[in-house]
């Protein structure tokens, strides 16, 4: 077997298929060990490493195709295996080891090693990996390739795009680029996990898509100005109270779909007028005390005098205990005036109102519970409740007015 310092240069000479028609190995003159296999029968050309363990076995391991992965790479990896073998640990044995991680193996390993992940989450987790990675679920992860990763996201963007079913929104947007993105995305993470605790698994194959991410250009969905009156009028005609209910208050705090979802009586005090959302309830995990608008502590006033004892402030018949789909509500709402947003595009007209009105940016930022920023000046600024009482009910006037609401009929309406 010929033996030559392996450079660039020197590789470019090495053709695959052999003249010979039987595979051909090449070694490095510089690192003892590492070498290329040239195919006999194909144009496959691998890095490879070598060498005989303290026990007299010899292994030898592929490190990677020369197509995948760069000379200086992978003679570092063939350094480090080299290296692993000399002290008598079997990279095989490791390999074996790390095929018994499968898809789905490493997904509740890492659903159960990170207990403090919002319930959202996980469900985005489970429905990236168990809807559009259902092909590699029972697959070992050192299985799937660069080239199979590359292959299943042009798959699930096709796929989506000529199903374009109806999804739950808080699964993100139908659109197969989003999906096909958030699918790999949730893989990477998952392949990195395991990584940590297999280090034979290897480089992640969704390194692969670095340049060949679907653009995801930002979602800009509002409420017209023009349209707020009709959306607040077909709003209030809801016959579900309940539905209404939680509709109108995301319009007119901001909050996110499950912040609302999951309030808890616990969480308001009426007496100071906040509603107080612990960090283990926000997707921040940062506390948010937000101070009642008229218009919310009305409409909050109200529900509490239906008399029901429920914890929830949106009970219903779920298993959560609470509101979980209000989609049924919005699509009413679309139907009569033609207005189709969704619960997170409630909280985008929020805060696009509330910036109309010329309230400082960093009241803008704790009102939706944003980090204030991370430079020195921003780290200084506390925002109190009080501090945000007034720019809150700003908001609150402007989005009164632009819907027609009147100061009285919103007390009537509240309570009716």
């Known amino acids: 077997m010929p033996s030559v310092k392996l450079t660039k240069a020197a590789i470019a000479k090495l053709k695959a298929p052999t003249k010979s028609g039987k595979q051909e190995l090449v070694w490095d003159t510089e690192l003892r060990g590492f070498g290329v296999l040239l195919s006999g029968k194909t144009n496959a050309r691998s890095y490879v490493v070598q060498r005989t363990l303290p026990d007299g076995h010899t292994r030898r391991l592929t490190v990677g195709s020369l197509a995948e992965i760069d000379l200086d790479k992978a003679r570092s990896q063939a350094a480090d295996l080299i290296n692993d073998m000399r002290r008598g640990v079997d990279p095989k044995q490791q390999r074996r080891?790390?095929?018994?991680?499968?898809?789905?193996?490493?997904?509740?390993?890492?659903?159960k090693a990170r207990k403090n992940l919002k319930p959202n989450t996980v469900r985005l987790y489970r429905f990236a990996v168990e809807r559009h990675l259902a092909p590699w679920l029972d697959r070992p992860l050192s299985s799937i390739t660069a080239d199979t990763v590359e292959d299943r996201h042009r798959a699930i963007q096709a796929e989506v795009e000529k199903r374009r079913g109806p999804l739950p929104e808080h699964f993100g947007s139908r659109s197969g680029a989003h999906m096909a993105n958030d699918a790999l995305v949730v893989f990477r993470l998952l392949w990195n996990f395991v990584a940590e605790r297999e280090e034979s698994l290897g480089a992640n194959p969704v390194r692969r898509l670095r340049r060949q991410w679907y653009p995801a250009p930002r979602r800009e969905r509002v409420i017209p100005t023009e349209a707020l009156p009709a959306f607040y009028?077909?709003?209030?005609?809801?016959?579900?109270?309940?539905?209404?209910?939680?509709?109108?208050?995301?319009?007119?705090?901001?909050?996110?779909?499950?912040?609302?979802?999951?309030?808890?009586?616990?969480?308001?005090?009426?007496?100071?007028?906040?509603?107080?959302?612990?960090?283990?309830?926000?997707?921040?995990?940062?506390?948010?005390?937000?101070?009642?608008?008229?218009?919310?502590?009305?409409?909050l006033v109200a529900r509490r005098a239906i008399g029901r004892e429920d914890d929830f402030v949106f009970a219903s018949n779920?298993?959560?205990?609470?509101?979980?789909?209000?989609?049924?509500?919005?699509?009413?709402?679309?139907?009569?005036?033609?207005?189709?947003?969704?619960?997170?595009?409630?909280?985008?007209?929020?805060?696009?109102?509330?910036?109309?009105?010329?309230?400082?940016?960093?009241?803008?930022?704790?009102?939706?519970?944003?980090?204030?920023?991370?430079?020195?000046?921003?780290?200084?600024v506390?925002?109190?409740?009080?501090?945000?009482?007034?720019?809150?009910?700003?908001?609150?006037?402007?989005l009164m007015a632009l819907c027609g609401i009147t100061r009285d009929e919103e007390k009537v309406t509240r309570l009716a």
């Open 97 to 111: 080891s790390a095929a018994t991680w499968t898809l789905k193996r490493a997904l509740e390993e890492y659903l």
């Open 233 to 299: 009028r077909a709003a209030e005609a809801l016959s579900n109270r309940t539905v209404r209910d939680y509709i109108l208050l995301l319009l007119f705090t901001g909050l996110r779909r499950e912040e609302a979802a999951a309030l808890r009586w616990s969480e308001i005090d009426f007496n100071s007028k906040v509603v107080r959302l612990p960090a283990s309830r926000t997707k921040a995990s940062r506390r948010l005390d937000l101070p009642m608008s008229s218009f919310v502590r009305d409409l």
């Open 318 to 380: 779920a298993k959560s205990g609470h509101l979980e789909d209000p989609d049924d509500g919005l699509k009413a709402v679309a139907k009569q005036t033609g207005v189709r947003v969704s619960s997170h595009d409630l909280r985008r007209t929020f805060v696009t109102i509330a910036e109309s009105t010329d309230i400082s940016v960093m009241a803008l930022k704790a009102l939706v519970n944003h980090s204030l920023g991370s430079d020195v000046t921003s780290g200084y």
């Open 382 to 398: 506390i925002a109190t409740t009080e501090r945000l009482r007034e720019p809150c009910q700003r908001v609150c006037d402007r």
